[in-house]
């Protein structure tokens, strides 16, 4: 089955047995205390007592009962983490309840780890509204939450939510704390039984920032994914760049693809290396590139002639065949966009896939970290650098990194060597990730030497100035090798002596995932970086 596509631009909260616990309130006691009988809710029966003085006073029972409730509030599973997540994540929040202010106020002072103001609107019983399941209040959150209501998500664990948010025509949530209870999901968009999976379904629904779609999110589309075919050596999973295919007896096919949307003086030489070393990770050599162009309208043909002479050249320095593609004026993009698909082949037995990593394979790293973020930000940013103290001369050297993007020098030493494991390019958010990357396609931990990762002086400068992280920066150029340790101090020199820095980072460890970090002083933390750190400069 096929998933219905949603998004979610805000998140609308039922109180007790949402994000407290189901049993804060005892609901037959209350509908008992103020004679409500059954099959009405407790609010409609008191809305209809003729007798003011009586209503009064059973109002104020019910006032009562509810306070006593919210001073024992005990939080629901997750609740802290669901709602802590979504405030990081800034997606705004409100509580739907039929009870008090006062009463919210009270459970939420019991919540010490859920701060009140993450709560954007609190809507209860005290406002002229008509009480859920009318849809009254999702309407008058939507409007508070600067939401469109068919983008909202309502969350509760009874029917009244679940119908409140569908009256309103905005998404349904039913959390189902209890399977042994009546069911009261009918309707629902989404039905739950804990709020950590609430969270990663809200997950999805998110509208993501640019870059890499994240490596958990990455894995739940590419779970669906079914590879039929034997042929299929290597395929689609977390840390694969590319793809591998049995050809024939001896022959492997390699296949990657990655789009460009560089400015133009950049995109040629980025189309055609960033295709290609994804292919020579695999332990083939890049033959044949077909591109796929897409021009902005207004450009002319001496434009889009240009750069398919200067892919042409880039192409021929690396003996690489610019074989075809397609060219189109869209006015879908704003810039040039190069994608590009590269193929390259190798024999089986010189294939080279991250699976075969072994315990006690040493992790090399070449040249330092962060080479491509260091001459992108010095190309675009420039300016900033200046005004935070770097010459004009500093920068030129910056922006001259990104010739250096390239790992086919490398690459190309590496699959001589019996004892390499698994290659993997460091690119999009640093060598943090790619780490991890790695790791998670080797299905292996791996140990990390923080104080041995490689810096350029240059790269540290720029990053100061700037408030980044050079390990969450993007750094092509940057080649992970999981080597033998009987082979990995003669690889080394090999690649040392063609002119290419290259150091000892870590090792390879038991199957598993994750990274252990070991710094100067003792353990120590690898950063995660949900999106590269170049995406945190703002553009003025």
């Known amino acids: 089955m096929v998933a219905k596509p949603f998004r979610i631009g805000g998140v609308l909260f039922d109180f007790d047995g949402t994000l407290t616990v189901p049993a804060a309130l005892d609901f037959p006691a209350i509908r008992a205390a103020v004679g409500c009988p059954p099959g009405i809710g407790v609010l409609e029966y008191l809305a209809g007592v003729a007798d003011p003085e009586e209503r009064l006073r059973k109002e104020a029972i019910l006032d009562e009962m509810e306070i006593e409730a919210a001073e024992q509030t005990v939080e629901n599973a997750g609740a802290t983490e669901l709602v802590e997540a979504l405030h990081r994540l800034g997606v705004p929040m409100g509580i739907l309840t039929r009870n008090t202010r006062r009463s919210v106020d009270v459970s939420l002072a019991m919540l010490p780890g859920i701060d009140p103001d993450w709560f954007h609107v609190i809507v209860t019983r005290d406002l002229p509204l008509n009480p859920k399941p009318l849809p009254d209040g999702v309407h008058y959150a939507a409007e508070r939450l600067g939401v469109d209501v068919a983008d909202l998500l309502v969350v509760g664990d009874f029917a009244f939510d679940i119908e409140a948010g569908k009256r309103a025509g905005a998404l349904a949530m039913y959390l189902q704390n209890d399977p042994s209870q009546p069911f009261y999901g009918q309707g629902a968009d989404f039905v739950v039984h804990s709020l950590a999976e609430a969270l990663a379904v809200i997950r999805q629904g998110l509208p993501l920032p640019v870059g890499k779609l994240p490596a958990d999110l990455l894995e739940k589309a590419l779970s669906g994914v079914a590879v039929t075919d034997p042929s299929v050596l290597v395929g689609a999973a977390i840390g694969e760049d590319a793809a591998a295919v049995d050809i024939s007896d001896d022959e492997v096919l390699v296949l990657a693809s990655d789009p460009v949307t560089l400015a133009a003086d950049a995109l040629s030489r980025y189309a055609v290396l960033v295709n290609a070393n994804d292919v020579a990770t695999s332990g083939a050599v890049p033959r044949w590139l077909v591109t796929t162009l897409l021009f902005p309208p207004g450009s002319t043909a001496s434009e889009i002639g240009a750069l398919i002479a200067e892919i042409q050249a880039v192409c021929s320095r690396y003996g690489i065949s610019l074989c075809g593609g397609h060219t189109e004026i869209t006015d879908a993009v704003t810039r040039p966009v190069a994608v590009g698909t590269m193929a390259g082949t190798a024999r089986r037995s010189d294939l080279i896939d991250k699976r075969g990593m072994r315990e006690g394979d040493r992790i090399l790293l070449t040249k330092g970290v962060a080479v491509e973020g260091t001459g992108l930000i010095a190309r675009e940013f420039g300016d900033r650098l200046l005004a935070g103290g770097m010459t004009a001369a500093e920068v030129a050297a910056c922006v001259a990194f990104l010739e250096r993007i390239g790992v086919l020098e490398e690459a190309a030493i590496a699959r001589t060597f019996a004892g390499v494991n698994a290659l993997h390019d460091v690119t999009e958010g640093g060598v943090a990730t790619a780490l991890r990357e790695l790791g998670a396609a080797g299905g292996r931990r791996l140990r990390l030497h923080l104080d041995r990762i490689p810096i350029y002086p240059e ?52 199957e598993g995932l994750g990274v252990e970090v070991l710094g100067a002083g003792g353990p120590a933390e690898l950063p995660v970086f949900e999106r590269d750190e170049a995406s945190r400069i703002e553009r003025s």
Do not use: K, M
């Open 459 to 510: 790269t540290a400068r720029v990053c100061s100035i700037l408030g980044l992280d050079p390990l969450g920066l993007i750094g092509s150029g940057s080649l992970l090798i999981a080597c033998a340790p009987a082979e990995a101090e003669a690889l080394a020199g090999v690649v040392a002596a063609a002119g290419v820095e290259i150091t000892d980072i870590g090792e390879a460890l038991e």
